[in-house]
């Protein structure tokens, strides 16, 4: 059984770093399998125009399926977002499109309109609309054009724990649209220098939306992955330590069981195969219940 003490509709968050090569894709879907090890119902979002996660949950042929995709409840119908939704043995899944190639295009173009609409000035709406697909004026009504990913997440009737989404690793409209979303992020982050960087630029990222929108960002934790026994790894886990004193900072080291599960289609959590990094993803879970308020009379063993 299960309870979530407060707070309504699933508990969300995404799962960004702008850097490439941080494993992001294979934290959130071990997270997403560590939650459902606990029991946990999750709706898993590949939010990248890139499909890794989709490819990474064994639906490869969903990335080329005709409309209505991720682009048009992003872009168009928001209610069409169900209608996408794939059902799994650890998670349902709403799979990304070859036509989200189109989407930062898009939300920007939106996110134009807004704009105009607010601060005003001699810009023709309709001019702008004509360089979209789909966006129109009329479906611009407010001062930002975020919160697509949030509408089209309302009309859902599917009754879920968690909604994790897996955002691009870029920073622009679309992460934007995936923060707002969620307004909770994971951040995993590889131990070597350049992470400092790529770190700074995601807290100012999240910054700038919270100045745009009223959203409020809070930062879950922070997944140390690909960890090795360097002196350049001691040294960044001591530098997320002390960037982030009130996270918590876990550590994944490089194994290859995890590649494996990732090409199967599956969460370590689904194989056969014993790893003992599935210890740290299970930490990460019940980290997750503690912080979003779910309690358990009983929890699979």
Known sequence: MMNRQSGTGPARFCVTNAKGGTGKTTVAINVAGALNDRGRDVLFIDLD??????EGVGLV????????????????DPSALGELICEGEEMDVIPSSIDMLQAEHELTIADLIARVNTQGG???QAALAS?????TPEMITGSHALD??????????????????????????????????????LIPALTEATSERAI????????AMERQTDA?????????????TTSEDETMLEWFNMAFPDSPVWE???????????????????????????????????ELDEQFGFTDTEVPA
Not at 252 to 274: M, Y
């Open 216 to 228: 409020s960002i809070n930062t879950l934790g922070v997944v140390a992955n690909r960890v090795e």
């Open 49 to 54: 125009p890139q499909g890794n996660a989709t």
């Open 122 to 124: 001699d810009i023709d």
């Open 148 to 185: 697509t990913l949030d509408r089209a997440l309302s009309t859902l009737d599917a009754d879920y724990d968690y909604v994790i989404i897996d955002c691009p690793p870029f920073y622009g409209k679309l992460t934007d649209t995936g923060m707002y979303a969620a307004q909770n992020v």
């Open 252 to 286: 994944v080291r490089k194994r290859v069981a995890l590649q494996r599960a990732f090409s199967a289609g599956q969460s370590i959590f689904a194989t056969e195969e014993s790893c003992d990094m599935a210890a740290v993803f299970e930490d990460i879970a019940e």
């Open 131 to 135: 360089f979209a697909i789909n966006i």
């Open 61 to 76: 042929e969903a990335y080329d399926a005709d409309p209505p995709t991720l682009f048009d409840a992003l872009t168009g």
């Open 200 to 207: 700074e630029l995601l807290m100012d990222q999240m910054a």
